[in-house]
């Protein structure tokens, strides 16, 4: 059983809509970090949210984490080809030790 | 700055053997995580190092195993390889900053036969 839930599992979306991906949780994180990864790549850092309540804004990409802390979310306006790749969401819970979701394959088709 | 380094790449190796797998952190990093990245677990936690101790260890057999050195550089080894370790192992280093966020490196992609 995953700590962290993530949906949709797959979303595939024309260039120029929106998207919205889901991290949900019955745990408290302290922080909860956003990575997308690329076939064959390990996952680059996005953001990371530490407080509950906090928006944070990446150009088009907009994260929230909830105000309990048990949930986030991405946003990314106006999808770019290049917005494709695996997204992943990962909690810390004050210690090392990342707990990752199952990830949402993005397809952005031109 | 230069992220985090791993060799090799690619691997392949046949049931039974052994591997090991380096990697180098962020300089100033003395925080080294290790995971496992398959299609149907996702990333699952191995263990994380610091200082050269292991500091937290995830539910993997005793056959995974890893170090850290001085300098922070850390191995993985894995003993009497299965077919099921066949993955992308990821090691990741942890920054100055916000204390949780991890920095991952491209990955070793292991295949075993």
């Known amino acids: 059983t995953q700590l962290l839930e993530q949906s949709p599992q797959f979303l595939s979306i024309q260039e120029g809509e929106n998207l919205t991906v889901y991290c949900n949780s019955s745990s408290v994180f302290s922080s909860l970090q956003w990575y997308r990864q690329e076939p064959g790549e390990g996952p680059v850092l996005l953001v990371t949210v530490v407080t509950g309540g906090e928006v944070k804004k990446l150009k088009r990409l907009t994260f929230q984490f909830g105000d309990a802390r048990k949930d986030s979310s991405l946003h990314i306006t106006a999808a770019q080809p290049g917005d494709t790749g695996l997204y992943l969401c990962?909690?810390?819970?004050?210690?090392?030790?990342?707990?990752f979701g199952a990830g949402t394959t993005v397809t952005v088709r031109a | 700055k230069a992220g985090v380094t791993q060799t090799p790449r690619y691997l392949i190796k046949t049931r039974g053997q052994q591997v090991t797998l380096s990697c180098s952190p962020i300089?100033?990093?003395?925080?080294v995580s290790w995971y496992q990245q398959t299609p149907g677990q996702g990333l699952q936690f191995l263990f994380e190092?610091?200082?050269?101790?292991?500091?937290n260890k995830g539910n993997f057999p005793g056959r995974f195993s890893g170090r850290q050195f001085s300098n922070s550089r850390s191995e993985m080894n894995v003993s009497t390889l299965e077919l099921g370790d066949s993955a992308l192992y990821l090691c990741?280093?942890?920054?100055?900053?916000?204390?949780?966020?991890?920095?991952f490196g491209p990955g070793t992609r292991l295949l075993v036969l």
């Open positions: 190092y610091f200082s050269e101790t292991q500091r």
């Open positions: 300089s100033g990093h003395r925080s």
């Open positions: 990741a280093s942890t920054g100055l900053g916000i204390k949780e966020t991890q920095y």
């Open positions: 990962a909690g810390a819970r004050g210690d090392y030790k990342l707990s």
